[in-house]
């Protein structure tokens, strides 16, 4: 069974940080992307960033890009997205997602599972 479980994810104050983690289950890690999309009310799944399994490129949304980093760690299965000078805008639900590749992003069409969520809420 494929299982994207997030976790880290809280209230903070603007220009605070969090740490989003993604633990993976039932696939071959290094044959996916991993990535992050976010749905704030109202609006459509945003994908913010991906980091790829087979080579490790990354992408990132223009709205994170200098504040949040993807990184991986291959051994445990997991993908982790630090989020630093956080804004009110980026207060949403993070999904983390499993593809084939960054290349559908910002756009979902790729993504072959999702997790959860989980809510981040940054007051200003």
């Known amino acids: 069974e494929v299982q994207l479980v997030e976790s880290g994810g809280g209230l903070v104050q603007a220009g605070g940080s969090l740490r989003l983690s993604c633990a993976t289950s039932?696939?071959?890690?290094?044959?996916?992307?991993i990535g992050w999309f976010r749905q704030a009310p109202g609006n459509e799944h945003e994908g913010v960033s991906c980091?790829?399994?087979?080579?490790?490129?990354?992408y990132y949304a223009d709205s994170v890009k200098g504040r949040f980093t993807i990184s991986s760690d291959n051994a445990k299965n997991t993908v982790y997205l630090q989020m630093n000078s956080l804004k009110p805008e980026d207060t949403a639900v993070y999904y983390c997602?499993?593809?084939?590749?960054?290349?559908?992003?910002?756009?979902?069409?790729?993504?072959?599972?999702w997790g959860k969520g989980t809510l981040v809420t940054v007051s200003s």
């Open positions: 997602a499993a593809s084939l590749g960054c290349s559908g992003y910002p756009l979902s069409y790729g993504v072959d599972y």
């Open positions: 980091i790829s399994g087979s080579d490790g490129s990354t």
């Open positions: 039932g696939f071959t890690f290094d044959d996916y992307a």
